[in-house]
């Protein structure tokens, strides 16, 4: 059986460089040495193990992935890159007739979507990689579906803390808001607090030094309108392995789904998941 062939986007950025490594490593999976970059990056190319991966500047990208395609065939693309380049490479990614795995964040969600439902191409979607994360996502879905309302008169207070590259707001602590939505909790995507302070990060939330490079914590606090009941749900990730693994899995589930002929369609982690 061949190899899937999968193009890493956003390198040399530290979720893309690790998600490669992951890839590189998986005997299902070959890394090509292309990538898209920023048109800040100086580099012209990165390593990832013993290959080096060239960077391909935006205005050197429809000729650059011309070429590549003609010569690789089909690929399945990884977006790590920036938020505000979201929806333009999902663009990008559709008029060149690349299904993808976005796992960036940010950009207009809604859109993200209907370029891909407008297209031929179909995607691997979701504001989270982490298997487990999405599990517990899931969980309180679940749960906003069975018990509308159980939590109706409690306080809420998000908070979340990523490493300081990050540019936005947590696209899970975000989702999250929906559920205690549905769950009777008034609260806004506004209010969520981010922080991105390292100095803050290590003093007052406890963050190991070794990762406040990468790292992501989530504590979600209901408390009762007399402040007699309280509850808390915290999930605390050190690094990045648990995405790049999830995106390993994506890319399956996505191979496996273009195989089948799925055109147009957006798939998330919870379909990842279940495998269906």
């Not at 890394?31 to 991966?53: M, N, R, Y």
């Not at 007399?226 to 790049?244: C, E, K, L, P």
Request: proline share 4%; charged share 20%.
């Amino acid at each position: 059986m061949n190899p899937i062939k999968v193009m890493v986007n956003g390198l040399p950025g530290n979720m893309s460089t690790i998600a490669a490594e992951h890839i590189a490593q998986d005997s299902g999976l070959k890394l090509i040495p292309h990538a898209l970059t920023g048109a800040d990056i100086e580099a012209t190319e990165t390593q990832i193990g013993s290959e080096a991966v060239q960077l391909i500047k935006p205005d050197q990208k429809q000729e650059a992935m011309e070429s590549i395609k003609k010569s690789e065939g089909v690929v399945i693309c990884v977006d790590y890159t920036h938020p505000s380049a979201v929806n333009d490479n999902a663009e990008f990614y559709c008029k060149s007739g690349l299904p993808f795995v976005m796992g960036t964040t940010g950009g207009d969600r809604a859109r993200l979507v209907e370029t891909v439902q407008s297209s031929d191409v179909a995607a691997v979607i979701a504001p989270n990689m982490g298997k487990q994360i999405v599990a517990f996502q899931a969980m309180m879905e679940y749960a906003a579906k069975t018990f509308p309302n159980v939590f109706k008169g409690y306080g809420l207070e998000i908070k979340e803390s990523h490493q300081q590259g990050k540019a936005d707001t947590s696209g899970t602590a975000k989702a999250m808001v929906g559920y205690f939505n549905q769950l009777g909790a008034p609260f806004s995507k506004d209010d969520i607090k981010m922080e991105r302070d390292p100095a803050v990060q290590q003093s007052e939330w406890g963050v190991p030094e070794a990762y406040l490079s990468g790292h992501g914590w989530h504590t979600y606090s209901l408390h009762s309108e007399d402040d007699t009941v309280f509850f808390q749900f915290t999930h605390n990730v050190n690094g990045r392995d648990i995405y790049a693994r999830g995106t390993v899995d994506a890319i399956h589930y996505l191979a496996k789904k273009i195989d089948g002929g799925a055109k147009g369609q957006v798939f998330s982690m919870i379909d990842v998941l279940k495998g269906s």
